[in-house]
């Protein structure tokens, strides 16, 4: 398949299965490591004065997120992994057979983040990173997300966004054009997948607008944290009375 697209599901389920396996890999490449840190503040803009006992993490991918945040618990959480992709729900699998993650439980869904598979006000915190963007209905998704959180609950949600500094903005968009379709292609031979992701970040609606659509869920407490000059943002909605 040569075209990528996320108003076509099946084809962005092909190609994230394509490059699960490399996926953890390419990451650390195409961002210097830097997402490193990024996942590291989002888990802490979560976490920050919380305590919860179940936790949902939406396009979880290979689970990285997922077991960071559950390394940062000592008491038992009950924890959701959610992906539409079987591949990376496979990966995700196989990660957490390596690692200790007692006394935690995980449970994996296969399903869409439009149509979360869980109760109302069932879970205490959520996050979602580097997968809004590629949701049809970004709305929808936050409508549910609501719906899902108990009162009190946090929503972190960390994306790869389009700075609006001029000297940064300029060398982003370079970086974007040029070195990271080559960087995937060397990396994964899936040229098309990275065309896809620069395209996607390029298209994307700003992180102002992604607040507003919270505020639409709604989420009355937000806030919009910037990372490398735009280059990626965290926003953080709690759910109120």
């Known amino acids: 398949m040569n075209f990528y697209n996320k108003d076509n599901p099946e084809s962005l389920q ?4 394509s490059i699960a396996q490399q996926y953890d890999k390419t990451n650390a490449i195409l961002s210097f490591q830097m997402h490193r840190l990024w996942n590291k503040k989002l888990i802490w803009a979560v976490m920050k004065n919380q305590n919860p006992s179940t936790y949902l993490d939406l396009c979880c991918g290979t689970g990285e997120i997922a077991f960071k945040y559950l390394n940062k618990r000592s008491l038992p959480c009950k924890a959701y992994l ?13 990660r957490a057979n390596h690692l200790n993650l007692q006394p935690h439980t995980l449970t994996y869904l296969q399903a869409d983040a439009q149509k979360i598979p869980l109760a109302e006000e069932s879970i205490e915190s959520v ?5 809004i963007r590629n949701i049809p209905h970004p709305q929808q998704c936050f409508n549910e997300i609501y719906r899902v959180l108990n009162t009190g609950g946090t929503v972190g949600i960390l994306e790869l966004t389009q700075p609006t500094q001029p000297l940064i903005k300029a060398g982003h968009k370079l970086y974007l054009k040029t070195i990271l379709p080559i960087m995937g292609q060397l990396v994964t031979s899936n040229r098309k997948a990275y065309e896809y992701l620069c395209n996607s970040i390029r298209s994307f609606i700003s992180p102002q607008e992604l607040e507003s659509m919270l505020k639409i869920a709604g989420f009355k407490q937000t806030s919009v944290i910037t990372l490398m000059g ?10 109120g009375n």
């Not at 092909?14 to 299965?17: K, T, V």
């Not at 996050?127 to 997968?131: D, E, F, P, V």
């Open 14 to 17: 092909q190609m994230f299965g």
């Open 82 to 94: 959610l992906d539409f992709c079987p591949e990376m729900l496979y990966c995700a699998k196989e």
């Open 127 to 131: 996050t979602l990173a580097y997968g």
């Open 230 to 239: 735009g280059i990626a943002t965290i926003l953080v909605a709690k759910k």
